[in-house]
């Protein structure tokens, strides 16, 4: 699952570097999303309908292609069905002939390919009349289709590209005289057709725009020197895998370059032999060539005898041609040289003839040495001091064995770096930190966490600023460290590769801010509990496929919302109405998908998809299940405002009295009257004047006016909490009575008693403005100690008039007159009475 902007940002550093097919394919990230020959991604197709008149079957792939098939059924173009994309295929169907009329219904189309049709034999004259905007056409694998019509293509005046593969052509001048009537034509594809012999067919297409013509396995065995001079626009020229001799090729390109503007010529797999290719070569040399391949042909030893003078070569393609020895001089002929690939031969090491300082590309993958003897393709020292130009380079599928940190010393500007499958052991960390223009590093399949704690090291990746895509699929990598992140400094990373490692939970991506695709598939992970992606607000294509994934949690659902693809095949879900599978978002994203249940039983047949919709109650479960918990959160939250109400009422009091105090609130001018309250007095005193207040209690209790009082050790219920009882007394009394002695104010207990005391009535405003409260009454006990006061208490004593309890009988008689007085019910004394 590869996102096209990393596609095409690798293809397009590879076009700007040369202009060949590719320095290798194992240099590019792999393809997620598989992509057809007109690179159209194939994700999951949609059922069009089935068109009764033709019988053909038609499917799409919305936005990308549409195709209709039916080897049993469909025996003529469909009519009725409609097409919306601009590129169409028909496969395995009944048609003998393409003829007018044929594609009616298609003409808005800018791609047709027509492939895998066993009976279909000829195309007739006009067949694509008013098909003007078609560019791509292909009628390819059509084993008995041998005949076009003069004047079949006529009308396909957009027409670039043209393919003819393998079908059932022997005679090329039938095919050539169907090609000229088309004014754009710029690459034709004939390969696999059995013409065995190339005269001056090409005649009748003199001055046609026609750039490119692979005649690939055509059994070609005989070539007139002049075949191809009558195309005057001829750039590209592909002979691959045919039978012909050196001498024949020698004689068509001595021929061709001086009518021709050759610039690529592909000679793969014709059996040249170092011996036999050396006037060949020479007229190569004397050409305007600038790409060669010789693929697949035998040269065991490259020397510069082999190659001579190659002025305007720019491109070299070797690969597997069983090469043992490369000297050292054996490329200085080509001075322009910048695209060397010679993958999957013998070389035991990097020869040192072909570290060329002006190379570009360089492909090195998958040679072995000596079968009958191991040895390590090292890069040991500092091979590539010279090749500052290098800006790929290629060594997968090598026993590369280890990495030092001056490995890669000289190539500052290397862009591309493959090292998939390359037996690695060890890597130093630091090892990358000269690449800092490095944006494609592949390590797949590589066992250099083998002696480490099967994680990635912190300073692994240094260096490695510009880097966009990161490959480190099958390293058995079975978790990333949070602390360590060793991704950190990849502020620049579009695409991730984590697949088929060991990996059972995932650390946070949050560093990786540019990431736009990640593979996690083929690992051993778990559904997550935690966010792990919500910060990654590029990321649009997830894979997670091929997992022990059970069931999608609501951090998952989280970090998948705002994908545009996510493929969560092969994992063992658990289908029933726990969990959110009717996300609609999260459906749509796997719509195309077969993502099947695994569990219970009953459903292993069924997809996610088909288990919802015969489930409808499942889509009503995510709304209940909130609610439940919502419900019981509420009951909890009831149920601790119920238990705690005193200490919610005393810090609500606390709050007041703050804004009153700072007259954020106006309180109303009067007090009002209560008569409600349980007590007439609560009293706050400390044990060691207990026999005080047990005559407090009786002096006041026993004579007129009656005064209820609360005393803690009388009142309080047995086995309550001391602190909630004392909240709730001072709340039911209508006055509270401190008894102020050097004993109280010593007492933890006594001053947060005088505390709530204090704060718990709000002073209210009487008529002139000013803030009273008549609801505290103190007494004091003897002298009282000043260090032991408290700020609250010292508060007290000097702004209010208090109590003296004196020993002398005369005043103790007027104390409890004035307390009597204080303490009595509003309705049995007058209201301005204060102390």
Not at 341 to 360: H, T, Y
Not at 697 to 706: A, H, K, Q, R, W
Request: charged share 20%; proline share 3%.
């Amino acid at each position: 699952m590869m996102d096209t902007i990393i596609v095409l940002l690798v293809v397009g550093l590879v076009a700007r570097t040369f202009s060949f097919e590719a320095c290798s394919e194992n240099l590019y990230p792999p393809i997620w999303r598989t992509v057809n020959a007109n690179g159209v991604s194939q994700g999951g197709s949609v059922l069009i309908g089935e068109d009764k008149e033709s019988g053909c079957v038609c499917r799409e792939f919305p936005a990308s292609y549409s195709f209709c098939f039916g080897r049993d059924t469909c025996r003529s173009f469909p009519k009725n069905v409609r097409i919306n994309t601009n590129n169409f295929q028909l496969k395995s169907s009944q048609i003998t002939t393409i003829k007018p009329g044929s594609f009616g219904n298609f003409t808005h189309l800018e791609a047709l390919s027509f492939e895998g049709n066993y009976n279909l034999t000829r195309v007739v004259k006009r067949s694509f009349v008013n098909m003007t905007m078609l560019k791509l056409l292909s009628i390819s694998h059509n084993p008995n289709f041998k005949t076009l019509e003069e004047g079949c293509f006529d009308g396909l005046d957009n027409l670039e590209r043209l393919y003819l593969v393998k079908n059932a052509f022997v005679t090329l001048s039938e095919v050539t005289s169907a090609l000229r009537t088309l004014p754009k034509l710029i690459k034709v594809v004939l390969s696999e057709n059995n013409f065995k012999t190339i005269k001056r067919e090409f005649d009748v297409m003199r001055d046609s725009p026609l750039q490119e013509l692979d005649l690939v396995l055509c059994q070609i065995e005989n070539m007139e020197p002049g075949a191809f001079n009558s195309l005057t626009n001829l750039t590209a020229l592909r002979l691959g895998e045919n039978n012909f001799n050196s001498t024949t090729i020698t004689r068509v390109v001595e021929e061709a370059v001086k009518h021709v503007p050759l610039r690529s010529l592909n000679l793969y797999s014709v059996g040249l032999r170092k011996n036999t290719a050396k006037e060949l070569l020479r007229a190569i040399g004397n050409s305007n060539i600038t790409i060669l391949c010789l693929a697949r042909n035998q040269f065991e030893e490259i020397t510069s005898e082999m190659f001579p003078k190659m002025p305007n070569l720019e491109v070299l393609d070797l690969r597997s041609v069983l090469a043992l020895n490369i000297t050292n001089d054996a490329f200085v002929g080509l001075p322009k040289l910048n695209t060397l690939l010679l993958n999957d031969n013998k070389l035991a090491s990097i020869p040192e003839g072909v570290l060329l300082e002006q190379l570009r590309c360089l492909d090195l993958q998958q040679n072995s040495g000596n079968r009958f003897s191991s040895s390590y393709f090292s890069i040991y020292g500092e091979k590539f001091t010279n090749m500052k130009n290098l800006q790929q380079l290629n060594l997968s599928f090598n026993a590369v064995h280890a990495i030092y940190n001056s490995s890669f010393f000289g190539l500052g500007s290397l862009t591309v770096l493959g090292l998939k499958n390359a037996t690695i052991y060890h890597i130093a960390n630091g090892a990358f930190a000269m690449l800092s223009k490095l944006v494609f590093l592949n390590l797949e399949n590589n066992i250099f966490l083998k002696n480490h704690p099967s994680t990635l090291e912190d300073g692994l990746l240094e260096g490695l600023d510009n880097l966009r895509v990161l490959l480190l699929g099958g390293c058995g990598i079975k978790f990333i460290g949070k602390d360590a992140n060793p991704f950190k400094t990849l502020k620049k990373l579009t695409h991730l590769g984590l697949e088929r490692n060991q990996m059972t939970t995932l650390p946070n991506f949050e560093v990786l801010v540019n990431l736009r695709t990640l593979d996690l598939s083929e690992n051993g992970l778990h559904p997550w509990y935690h966010p792990v992606l919500d910060k990654n607000y590029h990321l649009v294509d997830v894979a997670v496929s091929n997992n022990r994934i059970a069931y999608l949690t609501t951090a998952m659902i989280q970090d998948f919302s705002n994908l545009k693809k996510l493929d969560l095949r092969n994992n063992p879900f658990t289908c029933d109405c726990s969990f959110s599978w009717n996300n609609k978002k999260l459906m749509r994203l796997i719509d195309n998908q077969s993502v099947f249940c695994a569990f219970p039983d009953s459903t292993t047949s069924l997809t996610v998809k088909e288990f919802i919709e015969q489930n409808p109650r499942c889509q009503h479960l995510t709304l209940v299940v909130p609610l439940v918990i919502l419900f019981l959160c509420l009951i909890v939250i009831l149920f601790l405002i119920y238990h705690f109400r005193w200490h919610l009422r005393y810090w609500l009091f606390l709050t007041r009295l703050y804004l009153s105090r700072n007259r954020k609130i106006r309180n109303n001018s009067n007090a009002n009257a209560y008569t409600n309250y349980m007590y007439d007095a609560f009293v706050s005193y400390s044990s060691e004047d207990r026999n005080f207040v047990i005559r407090l209690v009786t002096m006041l209790e026993n004579y007129s006016p009656f005064i209820k009082l609360c005393v803690y050790e009388r009142d309080f219920e047995i086995g309550s909490m001391i602190s909630e009882s004392v909240l709730e007394s001072v709340a039911k009394s209508r006055k509270t009575l401190l008894v102020i002695s050097d004993s109280y104010a010593k007492s933890q207990w006594c001053r947060w008693e005088s505390q709530i005391a204090e704060h718990h009535r709000i002073f209210f405003q009487n008529e002139n403005g000013e803030y009273v409260d008549d609801s505290l009454i103190l007494i004091k006990l003897g002298p009282v100690s000043e260090s032991h006061l408290t700020p609250t208490l010292k508060y007290l004593l000097k702004t209010r008039i208090y109590l003296q309890w004196s020993g002398e009988e005369k005043k103790q008689k007027v104390f409890w007159e004035k307390l009597r007085a204080a303490l009595a019910p509003p309705s049995e004394i007058n209201e301005n009475t204060y102390l």
